[in-house]
């Protein structure tokens, strides 16, 4: 089990572009969040996917970002026409479905997103 | 909404004090609770966890006693050492069909020899 990965692991875009993050869980865990982190807070919730069905979304999710987990496997987060305001690091959890162990949630390394 | 208020930081020791980081939460329902720790260069790594009133959580030297009557959840080590030295954060999840996290702010940990 080699944990959750993220790719790519920095991403520098220009105010506009499309961006489009990976995330690849722990192998058996149905249930895959996405966070933002800025500097000097806490990781703030996102989107969560149980299985390939994105069962909540925060309203910190604007109508340009799109989450989804085709498979039931590997997500993918995409951010339209980005703003500076979309800097940060964005980062990737994954947890096993029920049981005592259910609520926790193993964190990827993120990704580094800086819009100039 | 649920929320969680950790101390600010940073927090300097010396190695071998004694380590308290407060947290107490707000929350409708009866969370699950965690220490995240966040080592300088890496991703967060769930330290400890507690899921019922009472229930103490402990690892790696480090404890947290669930406390429902003061909605509190705070950190303790009793001798740190440099290697701690990171961000801790504290978090809740309610569970009951809503698995997200919701995160104190952090507290930046430095030990000095």
């Known amino acids: 089990d080699t944990g959750v990965s993220q790719d790519p692991r920095h991403k520098i875009t220009k105010r506009g572009q499309n961006v489009t993050f990976r995330c690849d869980p722990i192998s058996e865990h149905n249930r895959l969040y996405w966070y933002r982190q800025t500097l000097g807070q806490g990781p703030e919730f996102l989107t969560y996917f149980q299985n390939e069905a994105q069962l909540e979304k925060s309203r910190l999710l604007s109508d340009r970002f799109s989450a989804e987990r085709p498979k039931g496997s590997f997500s993918t987060l995409e951010i339209q026409r980005t703003e500076q305001g979309d800097s940060a690091m964005y980062l990737c959890?994954?947890?096993?479905?029920?049981?005592?162990?259910?609520?926790?949630?193993?964190f990827g390394p993120g990704t580094r997103l800086t819009v100039t | 909404g649920n929320s969680v208020t950790q101390m600010e930081g940073p927090v300097t020791l010396s190695e071998e004090a004694f380590l308290t980081i407060n947290c107490t939460y707000t929350?409708?329902?009866?969370?699950?609770l965690f220490w995240y720790v966040q080592y300088p260069g890496e991703g967060l790594q769930l330290l400890l966890k507690a899921t019922k009133a009472d229930d103490k959580g402990s690892n790696k030297g480090f404890e947290a006693t669930y406390r429902k009557e003061t909605t509190s959840f705070h950190l303790e080590k009793g001798s740190v050492q440099v290697s701690d030295s990171a961000v801790y954060f504290c978090?809740?999840?309610?569970?009951?069909?809503?698995?997200?996290?919701?995160f104190g702010k952090g507290t930046k940990l430095s030990v000095i020899p």
């Open positions: 978090a809740l999840s309610e569970g009951a069909g809503s698995y997200q996290l919701t």
């Open positions: 959890a994954s947890s096993p479905g029920g049981g005592s162990g259910s609520y926790e949630q193993y």
């Open positions: 929350a409708t329902g009866y969370p699950s």
